[in-house]
C-alpha cells in the first residue's frame, strides 16, 4: 500500500517538474538563443531506483530527484540586416562578463556599445573579448571568424578592434540558464570551455547580421503541457485510492 503511495508521489513530482519545464520554455519562445529544457524521465527513474535501494537505517530514502536536461539542437536563423545582431552557426558560445565576477554565456544576440565604449549584449554584459568601440568608429563588422573592425575618424580602411572567440564543452549540460539569452556553468562542474577562432576546429562559426531563435517548437510544448497534466491528474488519483484503502485496512484491523 505504501508503494502505492510512494509511486504515485514520484509521478506527481516527475510530472510537475515537466510542468515547469514546459512553462519555463514557453515563456522563453522568443528569446533569442533561448534553448529547451526537458525532463530526462528515464535517468529520472534510473535515480529513483537507485536511491529506493540506498535506503538507509531509518527507512527512508530520496526517490523525488529530478534530472533536466537542454536541447542544444540549433535554432532557426533569421535575418535581421543589423551589423551588432550576431549568431552562431554551429556548436559554441561567445563569452560575457557578469556582474558578480563570473563568466556567462551566450548564443549571440543584439549586441550594443556600452557607456564605456565596450561590447555588450543588450543586458548590458561585456563580451570577454573587452572590445573597445571607439567614439569615432563607423561601418563596424564582425566577420565569420569573429575578427570586429570598423573605420577610426576619416581613414578609409578599416582597424581590426579585437576578435571573439568561441568557447565550447565537452558537456554543455552542466550550464545553467540565468535568463536573458545568457547561461553559466554549474558551480560544481568540472568541464573548462575550449576556447577558439570561430568556424575552426569544430567550433561554430559568426554570423552577422542575423539572430539566433529559440528552438522551442510551441505546438510540442502545448502537447507536453497536457499530457503532464493528465498524468498529474491520474498520479493522484493513484495516491488518493491509497489512501482510502489504507483507511479501509485499518478500520477493518480495528472491528
Do not use: W
Not at 540549433?74 to 565576477?101: C, H, M, P, Y
Not at 502537447?223 to 479501509?248: F, K, W
Amino acid at each position: 500500500m505504501l508503494d502505492s503511495l510512494y509511486i504515485s508521489a514520484i509521478g506527481m513530482q516527475s510530472q510537475k517538474t515537466q510542468l515547469d519545464a514546459v512553462a519555463n520554455n514557453m515563456a522563453n519562445a522568443n528569446t533569442p538563443g533561448y534553448k529547451r529544457e526537458r525532463v530526462d524521465f528515464v535517468g529520472l527513474m534510473n535515480h529513483q531506483t537507485a536511491a529506493a535501494e540506498a535506503t538507509d537505517a531509518a527507512g527512508s530514502a530520496d526517490r523525488t530527484g529530478s534530472l533536466l536536461r537542454r536541447d542544444l539542437s540549433q535554432g532557426e536563423v533569421k535575418t535581421t540586416g543589423s551589423a551588432l545582431d550576431l549568431a552562431i552557426n554551429g556548436a559554441g558560445f561567445i563569452e560575457v562578463r557578469l556582474s558578480d565576477d563570473r563568466i556567462g554565456y551566450v548564443r549571440g544576440g543584439s549586441l550594443r556599445i556600452s557607456p564605456d565604449g565596450f561590447l555588450s549584449t543588450s543586458a548590458g554584459q561585456v563580451l570577454r573579448a573587452d572590445i573597445r568601440v571607439p567614439s569615432n568608429a563607423s561601418g563596424l563588422a564582425i566577420a565569420a571568424d569573429g575578427t570586429v573592425t570598423a573605420r577610426l575618424g576619416s581613414d578609409t580602411e578599416a582597424t581590426e578592434l579585437g576578435r571573439i572567440e568561441v568557447a565550447a564543452f565537452s558537456n554543455p549540460e552542466a550550464l545553467n540558464y540565468r535568463g536573458d539569452g545568457v547561461y553559466e556553468l554549474a558551480q560544481d562542474a568540472t568541464d573548462a570551455p575550449v576556447r577558439g577562432t570561430p568556424g575552426t576546429e569544430g567550433l561554430g562559426a559568426l554570423a552577422s547580421g542575423k539572430l539566433e531563435m529559440s528552438n522551442v517548437k510551441l505546438v510540442d510544448e502545448m502537447v507536453s503541457l497536457m499530457m503532464a497534466q493528465r498524468v498529474y491528474e491520474l498520479n493522484s488519483r493513484v495516491a488518493q485510492a491509497a489512501d482510502e484503502l489504507m483507511g479501509m485496512a485499518n478500520n477493518l484491523r480495528r472491528s
